[in-house]
């Protein structure tokens, strides 16, 4: 009788001639490069420093395409839309200290957003780990420390023997839902070291799926058709599942109204007869879920945002599906299902009978003219034309990646993304500077479509540096840069709190003369010729800039007890 534990897999000729006859001179950097492209890698991200040249001299002797960007932060963005976009583990090569470091709220932003980025990192010489001070260059006395608040796990290399393993762990973590970044630290004389490890050949991870326990599902489902008034909120863990279909199928059977989070644009078609769209910010929005009586979340911890700013008190039932175990319940009391959402959904389509309730497409059509007449009656044209002439210039299969900037605010509550996972912004973790390199690595991942980026000047000065990287790899990105003059929402936020504001102005460049001088194309526009200029920009391959100078409002707090 055979087991499956007896079963072994026998190495192909091949791979039996790489073993024995390995290519002279290799060292550790080798089996680095070796291993990711045994797990299927194609491109890495990255920015080589003194510690990692080992690294970096083998992707000359690989086939690994290499895009090499200015900072370390921002080619931690670009590994994070990479991953992103293509669900794959982007790999990250950074060098020690300063180098790694740097890259932290790159990280965090993935770690927020779920997206799989295998950093890989040097250390200094093996003789400095533990925490002696031996005086080394960029030398922490516990860098690993530093990463792991931030990324999933960490993994510290001291052989080369371990280093195929220890990235092959690395990837599955990444790569195991929730999806979210690693960190894996090399030692400088490790890399170095010439080895007599084989060829790495193979590595192929399965990382395990989350299915949902069935006697969970079974009561939800109980709970969803017995509900008179369901309805659905749904967040990014739809969208990185690769689950709207499955969610649209489900809705349609309860006809329950959908609202989608901000990580969650696209989530659900934006037009349909169901779709509450993501004014998540908006007190008719809050009513109208609190009265839900059962409310089905689906991959999203309702956090700040999506909770109103935690103004949202569901009065019903709530079923929370959510892969990431720490969220389930997090916030409020519910039947915690913590599962993949393809999974779970497949598992309650295939137990949920049709619904009929022909009242749900008018309460849907009555809340949206409710927010449309709240929004109108604060005199905000400016920023509806702005938003919806940048909708009508971007193709609809177009990605696009939002800076924390005003526009980018609004988006969030009335852009329509047209498809699921075009539409990216860095509100997971809030911090600056993601926009345009997130952009530059949707670009890598797919150059068929033109790529949309958009910034306020104040978050494109953390990215300016990679307008050479856009030139230097031909990338089809076209940057908006809106310029107010210095940081637009925090002006207004403290204007609101404290009467006026306070360093929140800026001097800044001839965004246009700027990119010039780096080679890319700029315009500077005006609201009225924006979609022309924009679409123009778009339609042109490789890099463009295009610079808005215009002061836009947010519009007013909508939460319960704001007005």
Avoid at 335 to 356: C, F, K, M, N, S
């Amino acid at each position: 009788m055979t087991h499956d534990h007896d079963l072994v897999l026998r190495p192909t000729a091949a791979q039996t001639e790489a073993a024995l006859n390995p290519p002279p001179g290799r060292n550790g950097g080798d089996l680095v490069v070796e291993s990711l492209a045994g797990l299927g890698a194609t491109t890495v991200f990255g920015l080589p420093g003194q510690h990692a040249l080992g690294m970096f001299d083998a992707l000359r002797r690989s086939d690994l395409r290499y895009v090499g960007l200015r900072v370390e932060n921002n080619a931690g963005f670009a590994a994070d839309a990479y991953g992103r976009v293509t669900g794959e583990a982007a790999p990250l090569l950074l060098s020690t200290g300063p180098g790694a470091l740097t890259s932290l709220a790159a990280l965090q932003e993935a770690r927020a957003a779920s997206a799989p980025v295998v950093a890989i990192s040097s250390q200094v010489p093996t003789a400095g780990l533990g925490g002696g001070r031996h005086g080394y260059l960029h030398e922490l006395p516990d860098q690993a420390a530093s990463f792991r608040g931030v990324v999933k796990s960490v993994h510290t290399v001291r052989t080369p023997s371990q280093i195929p393993s220890a990235i092959a762990e690395a990837w599955t973590s990444a790569l195991t839902v929730p999806h979210g970044p690693v960190w894996v630290e090399i030692p400088q004389d490790v890399l170095l070291a010439e080895t007599p490890v084989p060829v790495v050949t193979g590595g192929d991870v399965l990382p395990g799926e989350l299915p949902p326990r069935p006697e969970l599902t079974a009561l939800a489902a109980d709970l969803l058709t017995r509900a008179e008034r369901p309805a659905i909120i749904a967040g990014g863990g739809v969208v990185r599942a690769d689950a709207s279909k499955k969610l649209r199928q489900l809705a349609e059977r309860l006809q329950a109204p959908v609202v989608t989070t901000f990580g969650g644009k696209g989530a659900f078609p934006w037009e349909h007869p169901l779709s509450l769209q993501s004014w998540l910010e908006d007190r008719h929005t809050t009513d109208f879920l609190e009265d839900a009586d059962v409310l089905l979340v689906v991959g999203s911890g309702l956090g700040e945002l999506s909770s109103n700013y935690h103004t949202f008190r569901p009065r019903g039932r709530v079923v929370q599906i959510e892969a990431d175990l720490g969220k389930l319940e997090s916030n409020h009391p519910a039947l915690g299902i913590h599962a993949d959402a393809r999974l779970a959904l497949q598992a309650l389509l295939e137990t949920v009978p049709e619904r009929t309730d022909p009242t749900a497409p008018d309460r849907v059509r009555t809340l949206l003219e409710k927010v449309r007449a709240r929004i109108d009656a604060q005199q905000l044209t400016l920023e509806q034309d702005v938003l919806a002439a940048v909708r009508r210039a971007l193709p609809d299969d177009s990605p696009s990646f939002w800076d924390m900037t005003i526009l980018a605010y609004w988006a969030w509550s009335a852009f329509d993304p047209k498809a699921p996972n075009t539409m990216h912004s860095a509100q997971g973790a809030g911090g600056l500077g993601y926009g345009f390199p997130a952009a530059l690595g949707a670009a890598v991942a797919d150059p068929t479509r033109p790529v949309l980026a958009v910034s306020g000047d104040g978050g494109a000065l953390y990215s300016l540096a990679e307008l050479a990287t856009a030139r230097q790899y031909g990338l089809d990105v076209t940057w908006l840069i809106v310029d107010d003059g210095g940081y637009g929402i925090l002006r207004e936020y403290m204007t609101g709190a404290f009467g006026e504001a306070t360093a929140t102005e800026l001097a800044r460049p001839d965004f246009v003369a700027l990119a010039e001088s780096f080679g890319v194309p700029g315009v500077r526009t005006t609201p009225q010729a924006l979609e022309d200029d924009l679409a123009r920009a778009l339609a042109a391959p490789g890099p463009s800039v295009v610079v808005l100078p215009a002061v836009l409002r947010m519009f007013a707090p909508t939460h319960p007890g704001s007005d």
